[in-house]
Structures are given as C-alpha cells and as structure tokens.
C-alpha cells in the first residue's frame, strides 16, 4: 500500500454542472463509469443534479483525485438517509486514503 497523502493540502468541493471543476471531477468519474461515453457522462450528470444527485469532489494541489456521487432523501425504510451513488478514486492514486475523505 503507497504512504497516506498530506490532508492538510485536501479540498472537498461540492460541484455542479457548468462549474469549471466539474471537467477534471468527471474525468475521474470515468474510471468508474468507462462504459458510458464522455459526453453522455456530462448530459448524465446534468439531468441527475436536477433530480438531487450532487457530486463531491477531492482536489488535493488543485488536482481532482477522488469524487463521490450521492443524494440525501427521505425513505420510508431508513427515513432520512444519504445514499452513495458513486466512489471513486483516479487509478493512479488508489490507496493512498483519497475514498476516506471524499
């Protein structure tokens, strides 16, 4: 397992669609969801925030490293409640603690 990264250089933002960080955010989306093409991922995106999805992103030195897709809603089973939709963390940097703090 690589060394644990500095948090103390660590921002999580939520972003949304037209926000310039939203580019890198999806770029590491697409590790997870490569089947989905690029363009498609965006439009995706777009329609899902509009329905409540939000996608936290972890920049660490201005760079996106992680990203986590979730919405929070009211369900009768667990009442209110967040739902991860997604979690992932770029390939090259897996295992260095990024999913924990995204």
């Known amino acids: 397992m690589s060394a644990e990264f500095d948090a103390t250089t660590a921002q999580v933002h939520l972003v949304e669609p037209g926000d310039p960080r939203s580019r890198p955010a999806l770029d590491v989306m697409v590790a997870l969801r490569d089947h989905v093409d690029r363009d498609e991922l965006e ?31 009211t369900n009768l089973v667990l009442g209110r409640n967040c739902y991860v939709d997604d979690l992932v963390t770029a390939p090259a940097l897996r295992s260095q603690g990024h999913g924990r703090v995204c």
Request: proline share 0%; glycine share 6%; charged share 15%.
């Open 43 to 73: 439009a995706r995106f777009q329609a899902a925030w509009q329905e409540g999805y939000q996608l936290a992103a972890l920049f660490v030195d201005d760079i996106c490293v992680a990203v986590a897709g979730f919405r929070v809603a």
